[in-house]
């Protein structure tokens, strides 16, 4: 069974940045896509970013919120199952729990969900 599990979060400036992490564990991780999502409070959980697990480029499918084009940055280590977010020039909006997804199949939802992890920004 994989298990996902977020860390980094925190309380932060604005302006200031973060990086969150994503542990994947599990015999059987090799998911099509991975991706992070936030949700505020009161708020339905929203998109942030996604990119393809495997392809000749780390780059590769990489997909961002309108929201967070040109702030935040999404990347991948495969030899260790990790999953990063490297988040820049932060904003009180972006307060809200992100949580990190897996999309076991080309066709379908994101099926894995870590715990969340809460980042704060102040202004």
């Known amino acids: 069974q994989v298990q996902l599990v977020e860390s980094g979060g925190g309380l932060v400036q604005a302006g200031g940045s973060l990086r969150l992490s994503c542990a994947a564990s599990?015999?059987?991780?090799?998911?099509?896509?991975m991706g992070w999502f936030r949700q505020a409070p009161g708020k339905e959980r929203d998109f942030v970013a996604a990119?393809?697990?495997?392809?000749?480029?780390?780059?590769?499918?990489?997909a961002y919120a309108n929201s967070v084009k040109g702030r935040f940055a999404i990347s991948r280590d495969n030899a260790k199952n990790m999953l990063y977010l490297q988040m820049n020039s932060l904003k009180p909006e972006d307060t809200a729990v992100y949580y990190c997804?897996?999309?076991?199949?080309?066709?379908?939802?994101?099926?894995?969900w870590g715990q969340g992890t809460q980042v704060t920004v102040s202004s």
């Open positions: 997804a897996a999309k076991s199949q080309r066709v379908g939802q994101f099926d894995v």
């Open positions: 599990g015999r059987t991780f090799n998911p099509y896509r």
């Open positions: 990119m393809d697990w495997s392809g000749p480029d780390t780059y590769y499918g990489t």
